[in-house]
Structure formats: C-alpha cells, structure tokens
C-alpha cells in the first residue's frame, strides 16, 4: 500500500482495506521484502512498540479476527464466557494466518489475555513470546526503575530475535519517530473533536489502525495527506448529539458499529478505540537514557485505562474531565461481552456520571457481530430523548 496520494475518501477506503483483510497482506509484503525481516505481534492495550522499531522490526497490532473469520478450533481451548478478542486471536494463530510472525508480546490486560501468552507458547513454539509484567502500583517510587528494567529484559529478547544489539542511537529515533507518529494522530482527534461533521470515527478509526499494520514511516506520510485533505472538506454540520464513548480500548468494535453509532445521532468526539498505539498524551523525552525516559512516560505521561493501577487518582475523573473540555452531550459506554476490566470500571463510571447529571448509554458488543439494528434503536431512542427532551 502505498500512502500520501489520493483523497480523504481513498485514503480512508485503502486503509479499511488493509484493516479487514485477515490474511495480513500488507504485512507479508512488508516482509517479503527482505528475507531478514522480523516482525512482532503486540496483543492490545498497550506494547513498547519503540523497542520493535528500534530493533529494526515491524511491530504490528494482533487486536483478532473481527467479524472476518469464523471460530472453528480456538472453541476448545477457552471456556464459552471468554471475550471474543482472545479466541479469534488464536484462531488466527490455529488457521496459519499468524505464521509471518517471528514473535509475540503480551501483557497484563486480563486472565484470558494473561493466558492467552502460555497457550501461544505451547501451541506455537516457534514463536518469541514474551510478556510484559507493568507496575500494579504506579505511585510507589520504585516503579519507575521497575518498569525500566522490565523494558531492559524485553529488549535483550528483541535483541535475541533480531541477531543483533539495540544502539542507544537507534532507541531515540524509534522514540522521536513515534512522537511524530503520534502527533498526526492528536492532531487528527483534535479537528473531530472541534469539528466531528468532517471526521466521522468510523473514517478516522481504519486510518489510525491501518498504523499498526503498516511501516511507520509511511504510515507518517498517509496522516500527513489524509489531514491536509480532511481540512479541506466542506461537509455542513447536522443535528446530533455530542458523545464520547468508552470502554472499547482492547477488544475493537467492528467498523461498521462504530458507523451505526453515528447514523443513529451521534458526533463521536473522543474515544478509547485502539489506545494503547495512543497511549502516551505528549511527546516522550528525547534526552537522557531513551529506555528510562519509557519508562518515565508510562508512569506520568500516559492515559487512564482499565489496565493501568493508577491510585493517584480516580478514572471516572478522568472521563468527566474529558466530558467537560469537549463539551459532551452523553457519554457513551461501550463494552466487549465478557470484558472484565471495563465491565469492573462501568459502575464507578455510572456512580460519577449520575452524580454529575450527564447522560449515559450502556451499549455490550462483540467484535464478530454483523447486525447492528438493535443498538441502533437503542442509540436512536437515546438520542431523541436528549434531542427533545
């Protein structure tokens, strides 16, 4: 796939493109490329994707199947009230559409994520799997120095794969790249959250996530044209509500929902679609010890979520904080089934919503769903009892 030419309504298209196809063309290509190329899975929320990238191999987003594959093995390995997200993960793994992947990371999302690991490391041998062991305690003032060598240890791995040690040099441009990969994406949830009429979330989100399947460099060069060309879009604004949704930063919901969202009413302002490739809220640091300054950010420098232990304060300020700044009509809550982090966060985001007087909607989901129709009638209905109440 080649980025930078054509229009918002190309790019977008080519991007949706590469974000179903469950064969992971583009990244085959990628690879074919070179017959010493390595690429490495990074399991949602979040992975230190600079590490990959300064290890000279292309990490890539293993966020399922979507509603693009059918589950046939993955059944039995995992009981029936697991998420969807693990079992097409692995389905894709069992049905050989993984097999360009020369290793995996993991981390602490959940029990079936945290399970997940050990059944790929038996299941595919072969396969570099490591998992990632963040702080459960981010106001102790050790987990800085913790985290830094956790990050240490999973770069001697990276390094291993690689065949080659990881330059200092190298781990500050992965970091510097990334700032600016980052940046394109602040920019572009900046101009929907001030003018949502011209970026729909379900033109931005194939955009963005294409990002995680694609090289960076020119994925940068996509984000840059598709900007300049959304910008220049004249579409007029119509009479709908002002949302934020959350609860979606794992398990992602199809396209598709995220556009019945829309049609039933509602301009998407902010949400927590892929936010671990997000996950830091300003530029890390780009001097001193680059692993140490990762580190760093992890700690102060990075957004609420459902799997990060942050005690220093509580999520459900974070959400109204953003309800407010966006000036958001209702927030939305969108959950995968059986999503236990999000599902364990939802009554403290209802306790605080209904103190607070801002409507909510609670919409569960998963992501191999095809019809849409009864949460559009349930977002409609809640639309029009906002619109005219």
């Keep these: 796939m080649r980025a930078g030419v054509g ?61 693009q594959i059918e589950i046939a093995h993955a059944d039995a390995r995992f009981q029936s009230f697991v998420c969807s997200i693990v079992k097409s993960t692995l389905e894709l793994g069992l049905t050989g559409r993984l097999d360009f992947l ?12 945290r399970n997940l690991a050990s059944v790929f490391q038996r299941n595919f041998p072969w396969l570099h799997v490591d998992y990632i062991h963040f702080p459960q305690n981010l106001a102790s003032p050790l987990a800085e120095i913790y985290l830094a060598q956790e990050y240490r240890r999973i770069l001697r791995g ?12 190298a781990l500050v441009q992965a970091i510097s790249t990334m700032n600016r990969w980052r940046s394109l ?61 959350e609860g979606a930063f794992c398990e992602q919901p199809p396209i598709d929902l995220i556009a019945c969202l829309e049609e039933a009413g509602c301009y998407i302002l902010d949400d927590d679609f892929l936010l671990g490739w997000r996950w830091f809220l300003g530029d890390v640091p780009l001097d001193g010890d680059p692993v140490q300054a990762l580190a760093k950010a992890y ?58 007087k801002v409507p909510h909607l609670f919409v569960e989901y998963e992501e191999k769903m095809w019809i ?14 906002l619109l005219f109440e």
């Design 7 to 67: 229009t918002a309504e190309e790019i977008v298209a080519r991007c949706r493109e590469v974000v179903e196809d469950p064969s992971f063309q583009a990244v085959r290509e990628w690879k074919a490329q070179d017959p010493e190329a390595r690429v490495v899975g990074c399991y949602p929320v979040y992975s230190p994707v600079e590490l990959i990238h300064a290890a000279g191999m292309l990490p890539v987003g293993i966020f399922g199947g979507g509603n």
């Design 102 to 113: 020369d290793g995996i990371l993991f981390h602490s999302i959940c029990d079936p994520a």
């Design 158 to 169: 990276l390094e291993e794969l690689a065949g080659k040690p990881v330059r200092e040099a």
């Design 185 to 245: 994406v602040r920019a572009l949830y900046d101009l929907r959250a001030r003018q949502p009429h011209l970026l729909p979330a379900a033109d931005l989100y194939p955009v963005v996530r294409a990002g995680t399947l694609l090289p960076v460099h020119e994925h940068i060069q996509l984000l840059e044209a598709f900007l300049e060309s959304v910008a220049r879009r004249e579409t007029k604004p119509k009479d709908r509500i002002r949302v934020l949704v």
């Design 299 to 356: 700690i102060h420098l990075s957004t609420y979520s459902p799997t990060k232990h942050d005690l220093r304060r509580r999520k459900s300020d974070h959400l109204l904080e953003k309800v407010r700044a966006l000036g958001a009509d209702a927030v939305v809550v969108l959950i995968p089934k059986f999503c236990e982090p999000a599902l364990f966060d939802y009554p403290l985001y209802r306790r605080a919503l209904d103190e607070a």
């Design 372 to 385: 849409f129709d009864r949460v559009r009638t349930e977002v409609e209905t809640f639309v029009e009892s």
